[in-house]
């Protein structure tokens, strides 16, 4: 009857039942599939704290080791009571349950814990929906094929090993697969952990998850639920695992569940200023094509491989940044002031804060204001603050970023310095530069009545011979200008692409990577183009570490379920430049932010409390665009480069004037934030053949380039002085630069 029953083509003759040995004896193929989806967990650099989590269904495996005795003996109980003594089918239930279901009589199951591991297992492997209907339907030809399977899989596995799989496939209601999540969702505890009480809870809904509810207060499902509970408790007490006396005890247990969810993605995780950080992270796996050939093939893979990712976010770095940002300019203010910080050498990002939460805005119920420009807030047009998901500090999704302004001078003072053109390279720069570049008629950098570009300086104590330690220091835009003319255009835009600019936005992109075009872009060293504040961190810490730029990355590693690291994770790094030339241009770069260089040519500083407040030597630069609209400062050491820009993320043409007074202290006081305690390390000199070498080409100023020029020429002429109008420590940035 049996073999009648299980093997009907077995009775029909000696090669059919020859083949059907065989089938019974062959693991079928739908029981080698690839491992059901499992979370990702994001880690911060500490490889503890989870930033966040990532699922298409929310299931973590764990051995059987590490489940708690009683969840493993309340599932036998309440599903397989037989499970160690068969081998796959229980052939007397499952001829009792077609007795009575053929009879009319209630229906029953008979289906052990490895039946129903292969129901599971083909549901999974299932690429057409007929066959997850095929796998779940009620009929006896299912039991029969799962009962072929099952036998199979019991001679490829223990019985351990298949309590463990079924133990972290299984559902269990409110979108929790397997035990790991189903614990951590009613009881917020490791599976290892749970009480005889709580297991036998877990163990009953399997059954039937959405019958069997300990949520549902208003239904009947938390009564449901607790006497499916007390009843597997009984099963329990029947096989032996628990004693009557402790089934009394755990049955007293009053029914409480937590029913925390676990956030999926970056919207829903634990502190909310990690949200841009982890936002980063996501679009960066996006990107990578060692995860699959299209978006949609990344994306499956980062919400079903189980990976345990370990990002690159430093903690303390990103408290302080969040901190500084919040106390400058705090969330729900309409400017948005962004601080981004990188490590020189390995790319790797340790922070990016912003006075905005991060979050879609609810169209239902809307938190964010009217748009600041004026157009969009004419038709009823909501801004991107206070909640936004934009990538505001790295760029991309339709954000090119903002103007940094002077920030970009270091990159015509790098492009000299590859021309052997050295620091002490002296220019008179006047009040107003009339240069060979080209501007619209009538404009305001026009000379007037022409087409040329004429720069102007806002102080006219700045003009005066300048050599780029000096001119930096100022921010000379009458110096930048010249240099820019004698090193080319073109070649500046190189260096900022090789240093780790990128050029987002159509018009500047075309102009970057055609040299011809690039060649007649005069205002590039005034930072008229956009950026972000991670590039421009990237840029600086590029010459910080010696001219090795390497790939921003938001990870350290990435590990698979069975411990296997991904080479993906690994840092991605070239040599931008000599590290002559990099040395050579961080000397010239402590003097805008209150250091001096190793030969002492540093007069001025457009920020020189950076110097004080971090307490280490370090190299920057301060930005202004025009009429003020964006306001920037970069500084970094060797370890950590951190850069912030003030703008409104809504309206680019802004009549508000953005303040250093903002911007600045965010920036260092996060860098001096996350530089306490750490050993103070000293920028290596450049060689002197790049700093001081007397030019035979130099411009004649009737002085020794390499001299001290004295008053009107590195200081800036009469009327300068080392604070400014200002305040302390601070010259005024030129509009434009």
Excluded at 365 to 383: C, E, F, L
Aim: with cysteine; glycine share 10%.
């Amino acid at each position: 009857m049996v073999a009648a029953a299980a093997f009907p083509a077995v009775a029909v003759s000696g090669l059919v039942a020859k083949a059907g040995a065989e089938t019974f004896e062959k693991l079928p193929a739908e029981l080698t599939v690839p491992q059901a989806p499992q979370a990702s967990q994001v880690l911060a650099a500490d490889g503890k704290t989870t930033l966040a989590v990532f699922f298409d269904e929310n299931r973590r495996d764990v051995r059987l080791a590490d489940i708690a005795p009683a969840m493993r003996n309340a599932m036998i109980a309440a599903e397989d009571q037989k499970f160690y003594e068969h081998s796959g089918v229980d052939f007397r239930g499952f001829l009792r349950a077609l007795v009575a279901n053929s009879s009319g009589g209630s229906q029953q199951g008979a289906s052990t814990l490895t039946m129903q591991l292969v129901r599971m297992a083909i549901t999974y492997s299932a690429t057409d929906p007929n066959d997850v209907v095929a796998a779940t339907e009620d009929t006896n030809a299912r039991k029969v094929r799962e009962m072929r399977m099952a036998a199979a899989l019991e001679r490829e596995l223990t019985k351990d090993e298949i309590l463990e799989r079924y133990l972290n496939l299984a559902p269990f209601g409110h979108g929790t697969y397997g035990v790991a999540a189903a614990s951590q969702f009613y009881f917020g505890k490791h599976p290892r952990d749970l009480a005889v009480h709580e297991a036998a809870m877990i163990a009953g809904l399997v059954k039937a998850p959405s019958d069997f509810d300990p949520l549902d207060t208003e239904g009947t499902g938390v009564q449901d639920t607790l006497n499916r509970r007390n009843w597997v408790l009984g099963q329990m007490v029947q096989t032996g695992a628990i004693t009557a006396e402790q089934r009394a005890a755990e049955q007293a247990v009053e029914l409480t569940v937590k029913g925390k969810a676990v956030g999926n993605g970056c919207a829903t995780q634990g502190k909310n200023h990690w949200g841009f950080f982890c936002d980063y992270f996501y679009r960066w796996w996006l990107d990578q094509d060692a995860f699959g050939a299209t978006t949609y093939d990344r994306e499956r893979r980062l919400k079903s491989g189980g990976y345990r990712i370990v990002t690159t976010l430093d903690l303390a770095t990103q408290e302080a940044a969040h901190r500084n940002v919040e106390q400058y300019l705090a969330t729900g203010k309409r400017d948005a002031l962004m601080v981004a910080a990188i490590q020189p050498g390995t790319g790797a990002v340790r922070a990016l804060a912003t006075n905005r939460t991060f979050a879609l805005d609810n169209p239902g119920n809307p938190k964010n204001k009217i748009s600041s420009d004026p157009a969009k807030a004419a038709n009823g047009v909501r801004g991107s603050y206070p909640r936004t998901t934009n990538p505001l500090l790295t760029g991309g999704g339709g954000v090119n970023g903002y103007q940094a302004g002077s920030t970009f001078k270091i990159f015509p003072i790098v492009a000299a310095l590859e021309q052997g053109i050295p620091l002490s390279h002296s220019i008179d720069a006047k009040q107003r530069y009339e240069s060979k570049y080209v501007a619209d008629a009538g404009s305001p950098v026009a000379c007037e009545g022409t087409t040329k570009y004429c720069p102007g300086n806002d102080n006219p104590s700045m003009a005066g011979r300048h050599n780029m330690w000096t001119a930096f220091g100022r921010s000379v835009n009458t110096y930048f200008i010249p240099l820019l003319e004698e090193v080319g255009a073109a070649k500046a835009i190189d260096v900022a692409k090789r240093l780790g600019i990128e050029f987002r936005a159509a018009g500047e992109a075309a102009m970057a990577d055609d040299p011809a075009q690039g060649d007649g872009w005069g205002s590039f060293p005034l930072g008229v183009s956009a950026t972000t504040p991670l590039d421009l961190a990237n840029a600086y810490a590029t010459l910080a570490a010696d001219g090795k730029h390497c790939e921003p990355t938001p990870v350290l590693a990435i590990r698979e379920q069975d411990g296997t690291e991904l080479e993906v994770a690994g840092p991605r790094c070239d040599q931008a430049v000599s590290p002559e030339v990099a040395r050579a241009a961080i000397d010239a770069a402590r003097c805008p932010v209150g250091d001096q260089s190793a030969f002492g040519r540093c007069q001025g500083a457009t920020e020189s409390s950076a110097r004080t407040a971090v307490g280490h030597p370090v190299a920057g630069k301060t930005g202004t665009t025009d009429s003020h609209r964006t306001a920037s400062l970069v500084v970094t050491t060797r370890s950590l480069s951190v850069a912030g820009i003030l703008a409104d993320p809504d309206w680019p043409a802004t009549t508000t004037d953005m303040s250093h007074d903002v911007v600045n202290p965010a920036v260092y006081e996060t860098l001096a934030d996350a530089m306490k305690g750490e050993p103070e390390q000293d920028f290596p000199a450049p060689p002197e053949s790049l700093a001081t070498r007397v030019e035979p080409s130099a411009p004649d100023s009737g002085l020794d380039p390499g001299q001290n020029q004295g008053p009107g020429a590195d200081q800036g002429g009469p009327g300068w002085t080392p604070g400014g109008p200002d305040g302390p420590g601070r010259e005024p940035e030129p509009a434009g630069g």
